[in-house]
């Protein structure tokens, strides 16, 4: 199944979508041109699929389309961005 993807600027949430279904949400703040990735969560049953990845995407998607730093607050956005090099110019880690 397809992993949908809304970004609620006003709420701060990054949220994915297995149908009619929520499996994950980011928390995020926006601050001094910086979006602060606050919160990674997947939901129970929806672990290791790749779901919390395309919501760290989603954000740096985000972020890069209003220019934007990254600064990753959680544990897993950190470890997304250790990976993921090509980001390393734009974020705060």
């Known amino acids: ?3 949908n993807i809304i970004i609620n600027n006003n ?3 990054v949220q994915a979508f297995e149908g009619d279904v929520q499996v994950g949400q980011i928390n995020f703040n ?3 041109g910086v979006l ?3 919160h990674t969560g997947v939901v129970e049953g929806f672990e290791r699929k790749g779901i919390a ?3 760290v995407q989603a954000a740096t998607d985000y972020a890069v389309h209003h220019n934007l ?3 990753p607050v959680c544990s897993y ?5 250790k990976h993921n090099r090509q980001y390393k110019n734009i974020g705060e880690f």
Do not use: V
């Open 77 to 81: 956005a950190q470890h997304w961005y």
């Open 53 to 55: 990845g395309i919501l």
């Open 30 to 32: 926006i601050a001094d």
């Open 36 to 38: 602060s990735i606050e």
């Open 69 to 71: 730093k990254i600064k």
């Open 1 to 3: 199944m397809r992993t």
């Open 11 to 13: 709420r701060g949430e």
